[in-house]
């Protein structure tokens, strides 16, 4: 997201007007972190403004949210309680 200025001088000395460009944001953030979770509600921290998503033991989505934009805070409620020590993964 950082913005980049260009602008070229010719050999005379004339400078052309400029150009912004915006750099892309092509480094993947890191893994979510999963502080607290009791069946039903999924509580943690991940990059701001990332989207993270709950997956089950056969990866299939079970749920999803928007970090908070500032913090990074996240909070995923599951479509369907899971009991018995089943394993989540969030992505």
């Given amino acids: 997201g950082e913005n980049l200025e ?3 001088t010719d050999t005379a000395g004339n400078p052309s007007d ?3 460009a ?3 944001d092509s480094t993947a953030p890191n893994a ?3 502080t607290d979770f ?3 509600i999924v509580i943690g921290t991940a990059e701001p403004g990332s ?3 709950i997956l089950d033991e ?4 079970i749920g999803s949210a928007a970090a908070n934009t500032d913090t990074g805070a996240y909070e995923v409620v599951l479509e369907t309680p ?3 020590g089943e394993v989540i993964n969030a992505t």
Avoid: C, E, F, K
Wanted: aromatic share 0%; proline share 8%; hydrophobic share 30%.
């Fill in 6 to 8: 260009v602008s070229l």
């Fill in 18 to 20: 400029s150009s912004t």
């Fill in 22 to 24: 915006t750099a892309p």
């Fill in 32 to 34: 979510p972190v999963i």
């Fill in 38 to 40: 009791d069946g039903t």
């Fill in 51 to 53: 989207r993270v998503t």
């Fill in 58 to 61: 056969s990866n299939t989505i």
């Fill in 82 to 84: 899971l009991t018995n």
